[in-house]
């Protein structure tokens, strides 16, 4: 405890309010969103503690002045800059019933906030909403177009099929893992046990609980390859205010329609909250014409190029030599259907004059040291790799903040990722003839609306093209995490021939890397559940 002499009996009753101890020299501060933030960048600058300055600055007459408190917050953003001052405030967001592809534009915003997605592995799409219909988004774009009544057949064709494969792979997976044959841990005694084995009606419960799950989950990892771009999914976000300026200006400067319209009510809900630090959200001129330039200089040079076959997993080269070329290729990475190694190799044969225009116009006409160009200036870790999977693994995967990552725009043209349990269970008809309906209307809806607006019929199953740049921090953390036996067996595969290419080439780090898991695992999610059963246990105990 420190002396509390300095402050009056009353000025205490006071403080007790805003903070958790003001008799102490730690304490948290409390009920004061859209203020803590400019209150704490004001005494970082005055001689005296936080509550002395929150005394002196915000409060008149015992109470908390918002008109001063605002005149204060101006002063300050407008003297110190709101970039730092940003990442002292926070809010919580929901954005909820927007498409998977708009999330992946939000969680891409890596710096300064923490989403959470709701998760295709746990939740099956097979209802509709209260009025009848399916579960995706009808783009502005789309239903104005000549396309939308065939994109909402082939739309509700879609998600009637995934639907309808439901309760057969269920019925599929308890015939391999009946019941009675089923083993898990939910008792914690560091052995499985079958369901004859347990005794106490709890722990049967526990034990059925478990079961209905490993089913469940391991039937939505099967059949989620079905679900589309387009499929409504809610996001739950926490950040600070720099991040949801970025955020939100991210989202007015994307082309999708959607995409602004998710920032326009993202930002009157935080000019509820947390106003000053959304006060600069706007559409980015700057980066609009940026891209756009570039995507018009990258079907100009990489019009005539067909794209090279690629592995899934490609370790591309490091080094000082190259680094200005793969700078350039990374440039052109996210507006070309190109591997990485290709691209390097073919700005490497360009003339001079050729290669710096592509540096130009990426980083196009800066007026502010605010007007930053994007993430290919970020290459040059000793780590890059070049990665092919379906968008549902991208989508786990792409959520690793360490690390830079591009992608580029879906489309069907890199394949599609069968699942051998729907061939087996005697459903590959199924999926082949909805995915071939799905691919035709990616064309339709490419041609009248352009490849933005045709990605949200793209399907999870879809291969797709992107690069992860990371420091061997990273790269332990990811692949030690995502080799774990209950992720999902796709993401798992790529992770460990990630880790393999990484040890080949520096074997030193293998030690580092000592925890990756290179098993394969048929129900691992059973193992997963009956975990958390235990845990329920242990919390009823």
Not at 296 to 317: E, H
């Amino acid at each position: 405890m420190i002396s509390a002499q300095r402050f009056t009996q009353e000025e205490l009753t006071i403080l007790k309010h805003y903070v958790t101890d003001p008799e102490s020299n730690v304490f948290a501060v409390k009920g004061l969103t859209g203020i803590v933030g400019p209150a704490y960048a004001r005494y970082s600058r005055a001689q005296g503690s936080f509550l002395e300055t929150f005394l002196k600055e915000f409060i008149k007459d015992g109470v908390l002045d918002a008109v001063k408190a605002a005149e204060v917050i101006e002063r300050i953003l407008i003297a110190y800059g709101d970039d730092s001052v940003g990442e002292l405030e926070g809010a919580h967001v929901s954005m909820e019933q927007i498409s998977n592809l708009a999330t992946k534009e939000i969680e891409d915003r890596r710096i300064g906030g923490s989403p959470i997605e709701q998760s295709t592995r746990y939740v099956v799409y097979d209802q509709k909403d209260t009025e009848g219909k399916w579960r995706y988004l009808r783009p502005k774009e789309i239903m104005e177009s000549p396309v939308a009544r065939e994109y909402e057949v082939v739309m509700d064709e879609l998600f009637s099929t995934y639907a309808s494969l439901v309760e057969p792979m269920e019925a599929f997976y308890r015939n391999l893992k009946p019941l009675e044959e089923a083993e898990y841990d939910v008792i914690g005694k560091g052995t499985k046990q079958k369901r004859a084995d347990l005794k106490e009606e709890k722990d049967l419960k526990a034990f059925d609980r478990t079961y209905k799950f490993d089913i469940r989950t391991k039937t939505c990892d099967t059949i989620r390859i079905l679900l589309p771009a387009a499929t409504l999914t809610n996001v739950g976000l926490y950040g600070n205010g720099r991040f949801y300026q970025y955020l939100l200006t991210h989202l007015y400067t994307h082309p999708l329609s959607e995409m602004g319209d998710i920032a326009a009510k993202a930002h009157n809900a935080l000019n509820q909250v947390i106003p000053t630090f959304v006060k600069r959200a706007k559409k980015n001129e700057y980066i609009a014409g940026a891209r756009s330039e570039m995507q018009n200089l990258a079907d100009k040079l990489l019009g005539g190029v067909c794209p090279a076959q690629a592995k899934s997993v490609t370790l591309t080269g490091s080094g000082e030599a190259d680094f200005f070329l793969m700078t350039l290729a990374q440039m052109l990475y996210p507006y070309g259907k190109h591997p990485l190694a290709q691209l390097c190799a073919f700005v490497k044969q360009l003339p001079q004059e050729t290669q710096e225009l592509i540096l130009a116009t990426y980083v196009g006409e800066r007026k502010t040291r605010r007007d930053r160009p994007d993430r290919a200036l970020e290459t040059g870790y000793p780590l890059t790799f070049d990665l092919v999977g379906d968008f549902g693994i991208y989508r786990d995967l792409q959520r690793h903040r360490m690390l830079t990552q591009q992608r580029q725009l879906l489309n069907p043209y890199l394949g599609f990722e069968d699942n051998a349990d729907i061939k087996t269970a005697g459903f590959q008809d199924r999926v082949d003839a909805i995915r071939q309906k799905v691919e035709a209307l990616y064309e339709k809806v490419k041609t009248a609306c352009g490849r933005h607006v045709a990605q949200y019929t793209v399907l999870m199953g879809h291969k797709m093209r992107w690069t992860m740049g990371m420091n061997l921090r990273a790269a332990e953390h990811m692949f030690e995490l995502r080799t774990t036996p209950q992720g999902h067996p796709t993401y798992r595969r790529i992770c460990q021939e990630m880790t393999s290419q990484t040890l080949k080439r520096y074997p030193w780090a293998k030690e580092i890397l000592k925890f990756v898991d290179y098993g394969d695992y048929q129900w691992a999610r059973g193992d997963s559940e009956a975990k958390q059963r235990q845990k329920e246990r242990d919390l009823d105990q």
